[in-house]
């Protein structure tokens, strides 16, 4: 299974933005991960194929993640973003015993 992720790009603290990430076949779990400068990479945010959801308390209530099953892609909704959310977010997909990434899509939020 691959993964293309799109959405990135550079907003003001306070914008929003959409990631889109399409798999190849189908999938489970879908997620989104996330890595700063310096930092390890950290969950953001997982839906499973059920459309269970769980989030990283620092995105609470301003993230939302959604998935069309149909068309096998996750959303990540990020609203009110502020500088500390700037990273590289990573698309992140599970089936049976098989972990996929996406490649990287860089999110800069300028204060």
């Known amino acids: 299974v691959q993964l293309q992720a799109s959405g990135g790009g550079l907003v003001q603290a306070g914008g929003s933005l959409r990631l889109s990430c399409a798999a190849s076949?189908?999938?489970?779990?879908m997620g989104w991960y996330r890595q700063a400068p310096g930092k390890q990479r950290e969950l953001v945010a997982i839906i499973t194929s059920g459309g269970n959801t769980n989030y990283a308390d620092s995105v609470k209530g301003r993230f939302t993640i959604s998935r069309d099953n149909a068309k096998n892609t996750v959303y990540l909704q990020m609203n009110s973003l502020k500088p500390e959310d700037t990273a590289v977010y990573y698309c992140?997909?599970?089936?049976?015993?098989?972990?996929?990434w996406g490649q990287g899509t860089e999110v800069t939020v300028s204060s």
């Open positions: 992140w997909g599970r089936k049976s015993l098989g972990v996929y």
């Open positions: 076949g189908s999938i489970n779990s």
